[in-house]
Nanobody, 114 residues
Framework: QVQLVESGGGLVQPGGSLRLSCAASGSIFSAYYMGWYRQAPGKQREMVAAITSGGATNYADSVKGRFTISRDNAKDTVYLQMNSLKPEDTAVYYC????????WGQGTQVTVSS
């Protein structure tokens, strides 16, 4: 069983930056495949970025070059650094952990608006 708690969301102006954190507890964090997803109103949840237990990363085309996913296994935490934010990045961002099955956090709201 894994518990995930996201933090770091908020309101930011276009062009600004935010860093999301996802703290995990309850299992061996380093073994987990971790991902960030987002869901905007009226749209399906989509993958934003993912990182394997070995540190390999994958990004959605829409965020490549702007977002960076990283993990700190000593702190059982995965991060999403978001730069050059755009209004279309507005969504609820969810953290996912995968090992045999998927676990989800409760989500954190990111709003990009002037």
């Amino acid at each position: 069983q894994v518990q995930l708690v996201e933090s770091g969301g908020g309101l930011v102006q276009p062009g600004g930056s935010l860093r999301l954190s996802c703290a995990a507890s309850g299992s061996i964090f380093s073994a987990y495949y971790m991902g960030w997803y987002r869901q905007a109103p009226g749209k399906q949840r989509e993958m934003v970025a993912a990182i394997t237990s070995g540190g390999a990363t994958n990004y959605a085309d829409s965020v490549k070059g702007r977002f960076t996913i990283s993990r700190d296994n000593a702190k059982d935490t995965v991060y999403l650094q978001m730069n050059s934010l755009k209004p279309e990045d507005t969504a609820v961002y969810y953290c996912q952990a995968v090992l045999v099955r998927s676990y989800w956090g409760q989500g954190t709201q990111v709003t990009v608006s002037s």
